[in-house]
């Protein structure tokens, strides 16, 4: 789906295509023209080659053509980063992140960090169970998340098996991660393939709503 804005050239801005494509794209390209629109309205300026964060990915502003700006967003598959034409996979995830919230009752505690910041991760996190856990980040640049192996033996306090990444990069490693990035600081989740998922809160138990997105990722359905 294509969609124009219409307001900026008011203010002597190039107008901007958005393209995505998706059941979700037309609602979420609307919002995201809106808030383009105002940040026009209000002096922002955009210009090719710029990054323009939408939701926790940094997507770049484009000469689409003479008159109109674009938006390209990472491919999601590439470290280094690959940009490719459109938003659709940036759309997608933000609303994967925001079901998975509401699956939980965290709709209004949303904290996204963007995925240029840093995490941390052991050497093991890559595998088919992990843990993630977040503190309140100690600096602006990180995240507050440290993605972890199950392996109660591996000492995740050394140095010598832990490292930061970016956000990104962890993704690309362990995908099941998205819906979780925008959880607030205190928050532990733990996919274990012998004993399902487990969400605490402050170690709190966090129970998912039934016929939630997260109740039926879940279960398969």
């Not at 003479?66 to 990472?74: I, K, N, S, V």
């Not at 505690?109 to 993630?132: E, I, K, N, W």
Request: charged content about 15%; hydrophobic content about 40%.
């Amino acid at each position: 789906m294509d969609l124009v804005t219409t307001q900026c050239g008011r203010y002597g801005h190039a107008e901007f295509l958005l393209q995505a494509e998706g059941p979700a794209a037309e609602a979420s390209l609307v919002e995201l023209s809106r808030g383009l629109e105002n940040m026009v309205a209000g002096g922002s300026k955009f210009r090719p080659g710029q990054s323009f964060l939408v939701g926790w990915m940094l997507t770049q502003v484009v000469q689409h053509d003479r008159d109109l700006l674009t938006l390209h967003e990472p491919d999601m598959q590439s470290m280094p980063v690959r940009l490719v034409a459109g938003i659709t996979q940036t759309l997608q995830s933000m609303m994967v992140q925001k079901f998975t919230l509401e699956s939980v009752g965290l709709a209004d505690q949303m904290d996204l960090p963007s995925a240029q910041h840093y995490l941390t991760v052991c050497d093991r996190f890559q595998g088919q169970g992990f843990f993630m856990v977040r503190r309140a980040p100690p600096e602006p640049a990180d995240s507050g998340w440290f993605l972890g192996c199950l392996d109660a033996r591996h000492n995740h306090r050394d140095p010598a098996v832990t490292t930061p990444i970016s956000v990104y990069e962890a993704y690309l490693s362990q995908r099941f991660i998205v819906g979780f990035l925008g959880f607030p600081s205190g928050s532990m989740i733990v996919a274990d393939p012998a004993s399902g998922v487990r969400l605490t809160l402050n170690n709190q138990p966090l129970n998912v709503l039934p016929g939630s997105y997260l109740d039926r990722m879940l279960r398969g359905s």
